[in-house]
C-alpha cells in the first residue's frame, strides 16, 4: 500500500523526499482556492512566482498580474487573491502571473516532486479521485501562514487523509493529526474554525 504525509509547514519541507512522490500543496485562503476558481473560468495558464518582480516582467508577456503580500492586493497589479476576482470575462483563455505572501511560495518549495496539484476545498473531490487512481504515495503539503501552520490548511490535509484512507496508510503522526482534526469539523468546517478562533462566526 502507499503511503500518506503531511507537511505542516513549508519550512519542514527538507525533512521530506519528494522523489517519485504527488505533492499536493494546498493553501486554501486564498491562493490554491483562486488558482482552481480562474481555472474553473477558463484560464489557460497560471505561472506561480515566488517574487513580485517575477510577476511584474510578465506583464511584458501579456500575462495578467495577480497576488498580494500580507493578504493584501500589490499595487499596481491587475488583480489580488480573491476567487471573485476571477470569475470575469477577461479570465477566459488568459495567463496568469500569481505570486502570494505563502502559497505560490510553498508551490516552488515542492519543484523537486514527481508530480504537484493544486489542492482546495473547491475541487477536494477531483484531487482524491485522481489520487486513487495513481498508484503513488502522496506528501500534502500546508503552505500555512510565513511558515507557521495555520488551521484551514491541515483541515484539508486531514480531508485527503480521509478520502484516501483505503489506499494509502499514514506515514507518521501528522496524518493522524490532520484526520483527527478533520474529523472533529467536518459537521460544519467553518463553525469548527471560527470556534478555535479569537472571532465570531459570520451571521
Given amino acids: 500500500m502507499n503511503s500518506i504525509d503531511v507537511c505542516l509547514s513549508p519550512e519542514l519541507i527538507h525533512l521530506y523526499d519528494l522523489k517519485d512522490k504527488i505533492v499536493v500543496v494546498t493553501d486554501v485562503l486564498r491562493a490554491t482556492s483562486t488558482m482552481v476558481t480562474a481555472f474553473a473560468h477558463g484560464a489557460e495558464q497560471i505561472i506561480p512566482l515566488s517574487s513580485l518582480d517575477e510577476c511584474r516582467e510578465m506583464k511584458q508577456k501579456g500575462f495578467i498580474t495577480a497576488g498580494e503580500r500580507n493578504g493584501e492586493k500589490v499595487e499596481g497589479f491587475d488583480k489580488g487573491n480573491s476567487p471573485f476576482e476571477f ?6 483563455g488568459s495567463k496568469i502571473a500569481f505570486t502570494t505572501t505563502n502559497g505560490t511560495l510553498a508551490i516552488n518549495k515542492a519543484s523537486t516532486a ?6 482546495a476545498f473547491l475541487n477536494l473531490s477531483a484531487v482524491t479521485d485522481y489520487l486513487k487512481q495513481k498508484n503513488q504515495s502522496v506528501l500534502v503539503l500546508c503552505a500555512g ?10 483541515l484539508y490535509a486531514g480531508a485527503i487523509v480521509e478520502g484516501l484512507k483505503k489506499t494509502h496508510k499514514p506515514d507518521c503522526d501528522a496524518p493522524l493529526v490532520a484526520q483527527h482534526l478533520y474529523s472533529n469539523a467536518k459537521p460544519d468546517p467553518i463553525k469548527f474554525s471560527f470556534r478555535l478562533l479569537p472571532l465570531q462566526p459570520p451571521e
Avoid: A
Wanted: aromatic share 4%; no cysteine.
Fill in 114 to 119: 514527481g508530480e504537484i496539484l493544486i489542492g
Fill in 145 to 154: 501562514w510565513k511558515g507557521k501552520v495555520n488551521l484551514e490548511d491541515t
Fill in 87 to 92: 470569475m470575469t470575462d477577461d479570465i477566459e
